[in-house]
């Protein structure tokens, strides 16, 4: 069973509030029965059954976008929750993750681009073995950076906090090294 974060300021929205109730109730199941991309096949007949009401996509559509564009049609049958993504993983899609690598082929089958994900900040592409060769060319900088500083300070790059925190400690030692040689 999916999980989803569902937002409980729409209750105190007015977009919402505006909707009779079977189409509250739809917003619902649109929102926990979209895929983890954030698309929803339209399948009004089944929700109809469950619930015994009538309703009707394209007013769906009108009721869900009233003052901002919520919900994007595809096409007739698909619909994309243009907030989704963000809401569900945060403003950055990173290839390396496999969940993000995923919804990227998801919106590549349905030939959706990228300004449509409102929110989205930043595309990160796959490290390439560059990058790798780069951290390890790193490491002698690294140790004689630490030789000057007296306290751990990592960076942003976790993959590189080991490295940095093994040649702060070798610098701690040829420090300590340093100091008995001159005391003795």
Known sequence: MAKRFISTEVWSEDWFLDMPNEYKLFWFYVITN?????????????????????LSSKKAIEYFNSGKERVIEINPSIWLISDFFVFQYGPVLNLNNKVHNSINNIYKKYKIDFIFIRGLVDLKERTKDKDKDKDKDNSLTKKQKFEENEEFKPSGNFKAQGEELYAWRLSRGNKANRSRKEDS
Do not use: P, Q, W, Y
Request: hydrophobic residues 40%; glycine residues 10%.
């Open 34 to 54: 979209c895929d983890h991309a954030g698309i929803f096949k339209v399948n009004l007949r089944s929700f109809c059954g469950l619930n015994e009401v009538s």
